[in-house]
């Protein structure tokens, strides 16, 4: 079993950065995919980033590409979320979520382990 915990939410202004962090306990996350999910009030949770469990593959849905940028640092059993040129539209409850293997999925479901989500709150 994987236990994650996001940290480095907060607030910021729009067009400012911020970095999440995911830092896995109990098992390394090595054999495992890795994807970043958020969800906004009143929407439901969506897809917005992973990468493989080699870091050679990555996927960033439409909304985020050019701004955040995913990796990985399997040796700290962690995975950052480098958010730039942040939105109102971003802001959310931001989770990690681990998927065993090498294959990267956008659907939720696919996904075992769930930390417990930090907040993003982007000003205008």
């Known amino acids: 079993q994987v236990q994650l915990v996001e940290s480095g939410g907060g607030l910021v202004q729009a067009g400012g950065s911020l970095r999440l962090s995911c830092a896995a306990s109990k098992r390394t996350i090595s054999s495992y995919t890795i994807g970043w999910f958020r969800q906004a009030p009143g929407k439901d949770r969506e897809f917005v980033t992973a990468s493989s469990w080699s870091g050679g593959r990555t996927y960033y849905e439409d909304f985020v590409k050019g701004r955040f940028t995913i990796s990985r640092d399997n040796a700290k059993n962690t995975v950052y979320l480098q958010m730039n040129s942040l939105k109102p539209e971003d802001t959310a409850v931001y989770y990690c979520?681990?998927?065993?293997?090498?294959?990267?999925?956008?659907?939720?479901?696919?996904?075992?382990?769930w930390g417990q989500g930090t907040q993003v709150t982007v000003s205008s």
């Open positions: 979520a681990a998927r065993l293997g090498d294959i990267i999925r956008t659907s939720r479901s696919q996904y075992n382990y």
